[in-house]
């Protein structure tokens, strides 16, 4: 496996030359998500409905995906499962971050730290080795507005940003209105096993119903 799709949400936010996070809170729910989604994929978790469970301890050999499960093992305090969407909100705020380490150590960015005000550490991560983007970027073209059948890795990549409304992140010289319908085919469509597209879908309301209260608490 190359980088994660977490890795991938993370490094399509950054902007290339200031490594700024562009739409960093949305982002961050998608890179949480993310995370969940490959545990499912690599049948550490499951998750059913409004609920999430630890079925298997074991690393997947994969840093990013591996400290999480100890988390979600003591988390669980015990219990069989508790609800997806009470994880992305614990998770969610670290989230984001461990992806941008993991990129760092990967050679893709280089983290820049400085303080503002000489008190407040403010970090950058301008990118360091353009390949891997320009890649990721290809293959969701070729997905999104070629038609190219997905394999189910970006198939469930295009699903994240698509639910997180990641749009402009992934093609930034496309109005919404000519790429979310395919998007929404892709995320809808079937591209892999029924346990998968339903994590999927599952993940996908739990990202919708946090991120909602999200916004309301913001806003009120």
């Given at each position: 496996m190359?980088?994660?799709?977490a890795?991938?949400?993370?490094?399509?936010?950054?902007?290339?030359?200031?490594?700024?996070?562009?739409?960093?809170?949305?982002?961050?729910w998608?890179?949480?998500?993310?995370?969940l989604?490959?545990?499912v994929?690599?049948?550490?978790?499951?998750?059913?409905?409004?609920?999430?469970?630890?079925?298997?301890?074991?690393p997947?050999?994969?840093?990013?995906?591996d400290?999480?499960?100890p988390?979600?093992e003591a988390?669980l305090?015990?219990?069989d499962?508790?609800k997806v969407t009470d994880?992305?909100t614990?998770?969610?705020?670290?989230?984001?971050?461990a992806a941008?380490?993991?990129?760092g150590?990967?050679?893709?960015?280089?983290a820049h730290v400085h303080?503002v005000l000489?008190?407040?550490?403010?970090?950058?991560?301008p990118?360091a080795?353009?390949?891997v983007?320009?890649?990721?970027?290809?293959?969701?073209?070729?997905?999104?507005?070629?038609?190219?059948?997905?394999?189910?890795?970006?198939a469930?990549?295009?699903?994240?940003?698509h639910?997180?409304?990641?749009?402009?992140l992934?093609?930034?010289d496309?109005?919404h209105?000519?790429?979310a319908?395919?998007m929404?085919?892709?995320?809808?469509g079937?591209?892999?096993?029924?346990?998968?597209r339903?994590?999927i879908?599952?993940?996908?309301?739990?990202?919708?119903?946090?991120?909602?209260?999200?916004?309301?608490?913001?806003?009120?």
């Amino acid at each position: 496996m190359g980088i994660t799709l977490a890795e991938e949400i993370a490094l399509l936010s950054l902007d290339d030359e200031s490594g700024v996070a562009r739409q960093r809170q949305a982002a961050g729910w998608a890179v949480a998500g993310a995370i969940l989604l490959e545990l499912v994929m690599a049948e550490r978790v499951s998750v059913s409905g409004t609920y999430l469970e630890l079925r298997d301890a074991t690393p997947t050999g994969e840093p990013l995906l591996d400290g999480r499960i100890p988390l979600i093992e003591a988390w669980l305090r015990g219990r069989d499962k508790r609800k997806v969407t009470d994880w992305l909100t614990k998770d969610h705020p670290k989230a984001f971050g461990a992806a941008l380490e993991s990129l760092g150590e990967r050679g893709l960015v280089v983290a820049h730290v400085h303080k503002v005000l000489g008190v407040f550490p403010h970090r950058r991560y301008p990118e360091a080795d353009g390949a891997v983007e320009r890649a990721l970027r290809e293959r969701l073209r070729d997905v999104v507005l070629q038609d190219t059948d997905p394999d189910e890795r970006t198939a469930g990549l295009i699903a994240l940003i698509h639910s997180a409304k990641l749009h402009r992140l992934a093609f930034p010289d496309r109005r919404h209105d000519s790429v979310a319908p395919r998007m929404e085919e892709i995320a809808a469509g079937q591209w892999a096993a029924e346990s998968v597209r339903a994590a999927i879908r599952d993940v996908e309301a739990a990202m919708v119903a946090v991120t909602a209260v999200t916004v309301l608490t913001a806003t009120s």
